[in-house]
């Protein structure tokens, strides 16, 4: 009885949304685009987390250049080939990709290229854009989220900012 009232004044407090990180997480994936981008070059890298019926949570990211060296070369040139190393982090971590995110050298809107080709082509995955080579910390409200449904369709959940992508202090 206590666990259920508890979860449910949690829920009030902070409703389920479909993707959530921990601040410092975040912060800290950020830090990494801005360091591997050197302002000067898209970077970017796949959220790893758990999936909790229709949310996601991330725990950890790994960036597209630490599994293929070359992709960063201006924009993403993401050799999929090396896909199998992901998996293998996955495995090893016990999680799985439930995002990826990379940056662009102003806005945030997904672009032609990016809308033809999904990094997980696959109905539900997200794809998240921070602008301007993530030169700041930069929060839901002020980055693209975006959501493959298959066919060349994407969602865009952009201006649902934080109440489709929290990034909190607390779990």
Not at 17 to 43: F, M
Request: net charge positive; with cysteine; glycine share 8%.
């Amino acid at each position: 009885m206590t666990s259920s009232m508890c979860r449910i004044i949690w829920e009030r407090i902070f409703p389920p949304v479909p993707l959530k990180c921990r601040r410092r997480l975040w912060t800290e994936v950020l830090r990494q685009l801005r360091e591997r981008g050197a302002s000067e070059r898209e970077s970017g890298g796949f959220l790893l987390g758990l999936r909790t019926g229709e949310s996601r949570s991330i725990k950890a990211f790994v960036a597209y250049d630490t599994v293929d060296p070359k992709a960063l070369q201006g924009n993403i040139v993401f050799d999929g080939s090396k896909m199998d190393k992901v998996w293998t982090i996955c495995r090893e971590m016990g999680l799985q990709v439930v995002a990826d995110v990379h940056t662009h050298p102003f806005g945030f809107a997904h672009s032609s290229v990016d809308r033809a080709n999904p990094m997980i082509p696959e109905c539900g995955h997200l794809a998240i854009i921070v602008p301007n080579f993530a030169d700041r910390d930069y929060l839901p409200g002020s980055i693209g989220i975006y959501e493959f449904r298959g066919r060349g369709v994407w969602l865009d959940h952009t201006t649902e900012g934080s109440r489709f992508f929290a990034v909190r202090r607390l779990p």
